[in-house]
C-alpha cells in the first residue's frame, strides 16, 4: 500500500479548523485534526510546502518511521507548527491503518482499560450567581465534573467567561482585542465561587478551575491554598509552564492538584514536571503534541510518576481531534479525564463522528479507524475567516498572559 493523494482542508463552519487526508491506492483514507488557532494558515502552508509532498509513495503502516522522519529529518525540531503538522499526519495514518485492520483505532493501542471516559463541561458567568447557575445547568445535563469560571468585579472581561451560554469562543476578532486583568483582584474574588458552590452542591461534583497561565508562583501557591477546603479536581494552567521548576514552589505551598500542557508540543516540555511529580494532570493534546504516536509516549513516561492525563479537549480542536484523543483515553491505564466541549451544528454537519456523550462520559465509537470523517463538499460552503485569541494587559498597560 502507498500514499497516492494528499490534501490540506481548510474550513470555517463557525472557527477555523485544518483538517490534513491521506489516501492510498488501495483507496483507503485517512484524516488527521491540523488546527492552531489563530495561526491556522501557518500550519496549512507547512503542510502543503513542506510535509506532504514527502509523504506521496510511502507506506502508510510505517507510523513510527514517518514520524522520526518528519521530527527528525527536519533538523529544527518541536515548535508549535512543526509539531501540529506532524500530529496531522500520525493521526491520519493511524486512521488508515486501523481502517485496514477493520477495528476502532483503540484496538490497535491495546484495548480497552474502561468502558467510558470521563469528561468535564464548562460552567461560567458573569457573576458568582450566575456561575452558580451554569453549574446546575451542567450537572441537569449529566456532566459529574465542571469547570467553574466567573467574573471578577472591577474587570470588564474575564478568560473563560462566555457572552453566550451556548458556546465559548475566545478568537474574536480579525486582530487581537485588548483586555485588562487584575491578578489581585481575581485571587480575592475566587475562592468566593467555590464556597458558594460547594454550599450549593456538596462535595461530589468534580469541580475544576482555569487560572490561564495568569499569576505567579507564589500566588498561584496562595490560590491553591486558598481552594484547599474545596477539593477541587484540579486548577490548571496556575503560571506559564517555560519554567518547569516553577511549579515546585507551587507544590510547596498547596496540596491542591495541579494541571498542565495545553499548550505543550513535545515530550521535552514536560520531562521535569512529570519526573519530579510537579503535576498531577498532563494536558497535552493529539493535535499540538505531535499526534497519537508522540502523546502516547507522554502518557506513558508519566504513567511511571503517578502523573494522569486530562487533555485539551476545547473548540479550538477539531472533532477529530477529539475522536482520536477519546481512543487513546480509552486504552491507556492512566487516564484521568477529557475536557470536552461540543461544537456547533454545523462543524458536527462538516465532521460527522461515531463518538457519543451520555451521563457525563463520551464514548468513541465502534467505527473502524479513529471515527471522525470529513464531508469535503459542505466544508468547501464555509471558507476561512482570520480569527485572533486575545491579549491581556495590566492595569498599568503591561504585556501579560492572556
Not at 59 to 83: K, T
Not at 170 to 182: C, K, M, T
Not at 302 to 327: E, I, N, Q
Not at 344 to 372: C, I, K, M, R, W
Request: glycine fraction near 8%; aromatic fraction near 10%.
Amino acid at each position: 500500500m502507498k500514499i497516492v493523494s494528499t490534501r490540506t482542508i481548510v474550513t470555517c463552519p463557525g472557527r477555523n479548523f485544518v483538517t490534513v487526508k491521506l489516501e492510498t491506492d488501495e483507496g483507503v483514507w485517512g484524516i488527521g485534526d491540523a488546527t492552531l488557532n489563530g495561526r491556522e494558515l501557518a500550519v496549512a502552508t507547512m503542510l502543503d510546502e513542506h510535509v506532504l509532498p514527502c509523504l506521496i509513495g510511502r507506506d502508510p503502516g510505517n507510523i513510527e518511521d514517518i514520524w522520526q522522519y518528519l521530527y527528525r529529518g527536519v533538523y529544527w525540531r518541536r515548535g508549535a507548527v512543526n509539531m501540529t503538522a506532524i500530529a496531522a499526519v500520525d493521526t491520519a495514518l493511524w486512521d488508515i491503518k486501523a481502517k485496514c485492520a477493520g477495528m476502532p483505532l483503540y484496538q490497535l493501542l491495546g484495548g480497552k482499560s474502561r468502558e467510558r471516559v470521563l469528561v468535564y463541561g464548562h460552567a461560567n458567568g458573569r457573576d458568582i450567581s450566575e456561575t452558580v447557575e451554569e453549574v446546575a445547568r451542567y450537572q441537569d445535563m449529566g456532566y459529574q465534573a465542571i469547570r467553574a469560571q466567573t467574573g471578577v468585579p472591577g474587570l470588564e472581561s474575564t478568560y473563560g467567561v462566555s457572552n453566550s451560554r451556548t458556546s465559548y469562543e475566545p478568537a474574536d476578532a480579525g486582530l487581537p482585542s485588548e483586555h485588562v486583568w487584575s491578578s489581585e483582584r481575581y485571587l480575592n474574588h475566587v475562592p468566593r465561587l467555590f464556597e458558594r458552590l460547594r454550599s450549593e452542591f456538596g462535595d461530589e461534583l468534580h469541580l475544576l478551575h482555569d487560572v490561564h497561565h495568569r499569576l505567579s508562583p507564589i500566588e498561584a501557591g496562595r490560590l491553591g491554598k486558598a481552594l484547599e477546603p474545596f477539593h477541587l479536581f484540579w486548577l490548571e494552567d496556575a503560571v506559564a509552564a517555560e519554567n518547569q521548576a516553577a511549579f515546585r514552589l507551587i507544590r510547596e505551598h498547596t496540596t491542591t492538584p495541579l494541571a498542565v500542557g495545553e499548550v505543550f508540543n513535545s515530550i521535552w516540555d514536560c520531562k521535569e514536571l512529570i519526573e519530579q511529580q510537579l503535576v498531577d494532570y498532563i494536558r497535552a493534546s493529539v493535535v499540538h503534541a505531535g499526534g497519537i504516536s508522540h502523546l502516547k509516549r507522554i502518557f506513558d513516561f508519566a504513567s511511571l510518576y503517578h502523573v494522569r492525563s486530562g487533555s485539551h479537549g476545547a473548540t479550538d480542536l477539531s472533532p477529530v481531534c477529539m475522536g482520536a484523543a477519546l481512543h487513546l483515553d480509552i486504552a491507556i491505564p492512566n487516564f484521568g479525564i477529557q475536557e470536552y466541549m461540543p461544537h456547533n451544528e454545523q462543524t458536527d454537519d462538516v465532521f460527522p463522528h461515531a463518538y457519543s456523550f451520555v451521563n457525563g462520559h463520551l464514548f468513541p465509537g465502534e467505527t473502524a479507524g479513529h471515527g471522525v470523517d470529513i464531508d469535503e463538499k459542505l466544508a468547501a460552503k464555509f471558507p476561512y475567516k482570520r480569527a485572533y485569541l486575545p491579549i491581556s494587559r495590566l492595569t498599568d498597560g503591561t504585556l501579560c498572559n492572556w
